[in-house]
């Protein structure tokens, strides 16, 4: 006897989802506290009024870019007070009082925490929403496209594209060894190695031209020079082909990002995001909440002239740009 499946009462899964999104930046938040406290900025911040981050980080001779990603992640979670106008921030007396009264590498965990997190929006999305929307991509790919996904990490999105488009081939490029390694794993156990191939390259120089179809899922601001990443991409594609880039949802300010999917960006961002680019080359550390306005400088500033929003979800934001 076939079993029934429950109807979804929408409102409820978005506010579960809702729920879950403020587990999450309270969990990441958990480690920014211990930062905050060791770092002593929480003590440098009490009692001094309105602050910004290039003097948080002259008071605590720390780095700025750090600090100021740090600063809007508390901001997102009430833990300080932020002042569009002035751009300054402060820890009130009640936060002081519980706060301020008395170093950086990723593990194996990262990558595939990574894919864990991200993998469930690009199932739901990626072969059923956000390819149909870019101009005469999917038509491409039915037929017989290249594509080259780069920052790929695991392959997560490398595999979707070629599994929903099998005469297709897609290259996924990534700078780190570990993740390629694994990502030849999954695309041999999923039987995709005729179609599906990954090399470790960066973004700036990874091999070939003439692609129908250049993806970035996610990692455009982790990159330490993405602008010379875009124009390798402008460089690489065909003459009418199509750059697909995935950022994290965001607001081109502050005050915009400051809610629990913000929060929870911020988080990440201050762990992740930002010290990978600060590692890198030319450091320019766009921040997982680099807001559509800057996604588009970087973009125009490669050499691309068409640039559009061509999908959202509670998380993503979806471009597409053309020459």
Known sequence: MAVETPAVNMDKLMAFLGQVIGELGATVNAGLIVIGDRLGLYKAMAGAGPITSTELAEKTR?????????LNAQAAGGFVTYDPATKRYELPPE???ALADEDNEHDAGVPTGCERFFRPGYNANLVSAWLPALDGVEEKLRVGATVADVGCGLGASSRLMAD???RSH???FDYHQESIELARQKARAAGLSD????????AQSFPGNGYDLVTMFDCLHDMGDPVGAARHVRQALAKDGTWLIVEPIAGDTVESNLNPVGRAYYSFSTYLCTPSSLSQEVGLALGAQAGPKRIHDVV???????F???AETPFNLVYEARP
């Open 308 to 310: 559009r929003k061509v």
């Open 195 to 202: 179609r599906l191939k990954f090399e470790v390259a960066p």
């Open 164 to 166: 929903a488009y099998p």
């Open 95 to 97: 936060q002081a009082m």
């Open 300 to 306: 125009t500033a490669a050499g691309f002239t068409r």
């Open 62 to 70: 720390t780095s700025e870019r750090y600090i100021r990603e740090w």
């Open 170 to 172: 897609v290259t996924g």
